[in-house]
């Protein structure tokens, strides 16, 4: 009789429509687990899936600035059931570097679906390191044309055109050194490798708070609750702010209806308490913008970088 019983539940189980039964939503990162993408990819996978009635699980493709990410998402099923955990870098600066050879156009191919937080972006030395405080390593880099050597995640990426923006405000003849992502070259500048970085404050927080690094400004105005008394890098350089966000895309061609549920379902997500606080906790601002706000913002971050990639001259090949 037992056994009878159980039979026939497993069958009622197995005839439930798939509506009925717990769906997974892929979420793809374009970088390799440790750092600020990564983190927002589990996070997001973790608390907005759910408000939909399903599971997210992370799926890392890393390379080309996190767009070999972005073509999985890009060739698969426009459904809502893969996504991309796309940060400011994938989707506003690459597509706009002249002579790289990208997997794809996300200009194109990609849609955004919503907005979750605002990063900004931390100027960081070794703690062990001369410079106390960002005047300092200006003056330094002023003194010296050519001698100081900044790190970042690769070509063409967020940390590379932050300093070149940098540059542009300051005139500084500053050496770039580029790296697969942010945290080898992290590993070199507390090695003494290179002077600095700019990068999302979430790639360092570990190390700022541990004392590795010195934390000299903060890239925008707005700072961060986590270090009330670092200064912004605008009153070393005026006007100049620098950030960036982490957002939800995914293939064109989703259904309005499907942006829909995604915009709501990451709203509600938001509103969790224990969600935002996790989100402060790794430097991160939470800002939800629908899929209109979201798009309008990619659009204009898109002019904004392909200005200062073209003023610098940066190519991608």
């Known amino acids: 009789m037992r056994r009878a019983l159980l039979a026939a539940a497993a069958a009622m189980l197995l005839a439930l429509p798939a509506s009925a039964q717990e769906r997974t939503i892929r979420v793809i990162s374009g970088f390799a687990a440790g750092g600020a993408g990564d983190l927002m990819a589990r996070l997001i996978a973790e608390y907005v899936p759910p408000q939909m009635g399903a599971r997210g699980v992370v799926e890392n493709r890393t390379g080309a600035n996190g767009l070999i990410g972005a073509e999985v998402v890009a060739r698969s099923a426009p459904d809502g059931m893969t996504v991309l955990q796309c940060p400011m870098g994938s989707m506003t600066i690459t597509p706009n570097l002249p002579g790289a050879s990208l997997p794809i156009d996300p200009r194109t191919e990609m849609t955004g679906v919503a907005n979750v937080a605002l990063s900004t972006y931390a100027l960081v030395v070794a703690a062990r390191g001369p410079y106390a405080d960002a005047g300092g390593l200006l ?3 002023r ?23 940098l540059k542009a405000r300051t005139g500084l003849d500053i050496v770039h050194v580029p790296y697969r992502g942010a945290t080898p070259a992290v590993v070199d500048i507390l090695g003494g490798r290179t002077d600095f970085m700019i990068t999302n404050l979430g790639d360092v927080m570990r190390q700022i708070t541990g004392g590795e690094l010195r934390l000299l400004a903060l890239g925008d105005d707005a700072g961060s609750p ?22 939800i895309c995914g293939p064109k061609g989703i259904s309005e209806d499907m942006l829909g549920r995604w915009s709501e379902a990451t709203r509600k997500a938001l509103e969790n308490p224990t969600f935002r606080e996790r989100l402060l906790a790794n430097g991160l601002t939470p800002n ?7 798009n309008a913002r990619i659009a204009s971050d898109l002019r904004s970088w392909g200005e200062v990639i073209r003023a610098a001259g940066v190519r991608g090949d």
């Open 143 to 165: 003194a010296r044309p050519g001698g100081l050597t900044y790190a970042s995640a690769g070509v063409g990426s967020a940390q590379h055109l932050s300093v070149e923006l």
């Open 288 to 294: 939800f913008e629908d899929t209109r706000a979201f």
């Open 226 to 247: 986590l270090f009330p008394d670092a200064r912004p890098i605008s009153a070393f350089v005026p006007g100049l702010q620098m950030a960036g966000w982490f957002g």
């Open 139 to 141: 003056a330094a880099a």
